[in-house]
């Protein structure tokens, strides 16, 4: 249930409250606005003591959450969570960061390369894979903490954030040391012992809807990341799989307008992997855009033929360059900003 505070409540009848709800056995999760401070509450049977709390002099009134998914709801949170980044980046706001890079490392003077060429059009976030979930045992599966390594040293050179994905719990803490995003693959959006992990660091992690993953089972997933007091969580649409084969998934724009209506978190576009198709997947960042994406998550190497994972999806530079000057005029007409 939500504890709705009295207007302008002191630190002092916030903390009586939250001590209130600690002492039943529950977990408060704050959320401030600009004069409301609301606390949820919430846990099997929280409802019974609703009498307790609408008692207190320091409630205002106590209202009831409908929504499985309570913490990702709009009801326990109405306007947008905006994640901070380093360097002054931030997701869930008026600006729409382009999340760029190589599928996977190969070497620190791949991942340099591209990223000089991300970052000079405008792109600021890198991207990369050091643990790469592979369909083939038999394909390459990252370089491991030594590509995180290098991740570290490119972002910091660059004053990018970089982002790379834990594929298990043990490396949950390897990721979160090295990069400032921890993300959580397609294959593991219900692999809930990954996502309390992640919940219980402190960096932001990005949340891929799985192939065949329903809107609120992707939500009921970020719940279990936000339960554990991680409140940065970022939704990302890379596809689902349906009965076409003329591209590699179909990109679930529909999903974009009713998942920012059920929930507060933002959400990030993947058009690379949604599709699969070099040559289509600048119109579908563009669709990205305009459906109401954050941020957008492209994959570029400076000589595909050669990359070791996802050749096909990865843009070239010069297709990237001409993309980001196109996602400039139409963020600009939609009355945002790359």
């Not at 996502?195 to 809107?215: F, N, S």
Request: glycine residues 8%; charged residues 25%; contains cysteine.
């Amino acid at each position: 249930m939500i504890i709705t505070l009295k207007r302008k409540a002191t630190k002092q009848e916030e903390k009586k409250v939250v001590d209130k709800i600690k002492k039943l056995g529950y977990i408060p999760h704050i959320s401030k606005g600009v004069d409301i401070t609301i606390i949820g509450m919430v846990g099997e049977f929280a409802e019974k003591y609703k009498e307790t709390f609408e008692s207190m002099e320091e409630v205002d009134h106590i209202s009831e959450i409908e929504k499985p998914y309570k913490l990702a709801s709009r009801e326990f949170k109405t306007e947008n969570t905006v994640i901070k980044l380093p360097y002054g980046i931030e997701i869930g706001g008026t600006k729409v960061p382009v999340i760029a890079g190589p599928c996977a490392i190969e070497s620190k003077s791949v991942l340099l390369e591209t990223a000089k060429i991300v970052k000079a059009a405008g792109g600021t976030i890198l991207r990369g894979g050091a643990f790469k979930p592979r369909s083939s045992p038999y394909s390459f599966q990252g370089l491991g903490e030594r590509g995180l390594k290098y991740m570290k040293e490119v972002g910091e050179k660059l004053q990018m954030p970089t982002i790379s994905e834990a594929m298990s719990v043990e490396e949950v803490p390897l990721v979160s040391k090295y990069c400032d995003i921890v993300q959580i693959g397609a294959r593991n959006v219900q692999n809930y012992d990954l996502l309390k992990a992640c919940g219980k660091q402190k960096k932001p992690v990005l949340l891929k809807r799985g192939m065949a993953t329903t809107i609120k089972e992707w939500l009921l997933s970020a719940e279990y990341i936000l339960a554990q007091g991680n409140y940065n969580v970022m939704l990302c649409e890379r596809g689902i799989r349906t009965f076409e084969t003329a591209t590699r998934f179909t990109l679930d724009l529909n999903a974009i307008p009713v998942v920012k209506k059920l929930t507060h978190l933002p959400v990030v576009l993947d058009p690379s992997h949604g599709i699969g198709i070099r040559e289509h997947v600048p119109s579908m960042a563009k669709a990205c855009l305009a459906v109401g994406a954050d941020a957008i998550a492209i994959e570029i190497h400076p000589r595909p033929e050669e990359a070791l994972s996802d050749g096909a999806q990865s843009l070239l530079p010069a297709q990237y360059n001409k993309l980001m000057e196109e996602l400039k005029v139409l963020a600009k007409a939609l009355g945002r900003e790359i």
